[in-house]
């Protein structure tokens, strides 16, 4: 018993020595990765200096062009992201809006984003103030005293909505195994109606987990996906293709996405 003792008390000295040791260099880093220099300034995971970056301003979606909006149509709202890529706080100091932009919501003048944080802001315009608009956000941190970004936009104005475009101009014409009485993949087309509301916040069929048009979310749509082509399961579709649809068609329905999927 005894001699297990100082077994044990000779392999917690031995231990403590080579910890002693390797703290006494100019870098240390425990074994859950927190780490620290041997002036006890910090590291990054890779064992490098952390160096702290001055907060800077990224926004998501900085403009949208073209948007269809029928003459008197309802307001359209997007979501972009306010997000700080630097380390150390900024401080939004004003917000100004201009042309078509009725209101931002999820953020006011004054409010502060901490480094590496998001912030998801929404911003509501209307055809009726105009065809353009735009908001800029006026910014600080520590090395960029006065600074603005921006998200603008620019509506084609007309007796087509974007929804209007979408179904007349691309769903009816493209997609036939969908108009028939039994719709192909549980999915029916056949009139306008039918065909939002099979749409819009609708399970995917093929990928349940996603819905069909995610409103605002273009990216995991299951719609964009199947024209586009990626992350599927079955046929890209059209199914009769190629080819597919082109690039400015799938940008319209990407745009519907983005203003909401509004009907």
Known sequence: MKNDLKIINTISLFMIALLCISCSGDDWRDPMGISFAGDGSELKPDGTPFVPQAGHLDVSLTSLNDIPFKDGGDELKIVTILKNTGTEPLSIN???????????????????????????VWIEFDGENGSSGQVDFNWNSLDNPDSTESFSNTLDIGDKSAWDLVYDDILDKNCSCHLTSSGAGELLLNTQEVAYEQLVDFEAFEVPELLRVNPWYPDVSYLVKKVVGIDIEGDRMPRDGPPFLSNKRIEQIKTWVLIGAPE
Not at 94 to 116: C, F, H, P, R
Request: charged share 20%.
């Open 94 to 120: 004003g917000i100004a809006l201009t042309g078509n932009i009725e209101s931002v919501e999820g953020i006011s003048s004054g409010d502060e984003i901490l480094g590496s944080d998001s912030i998801v």
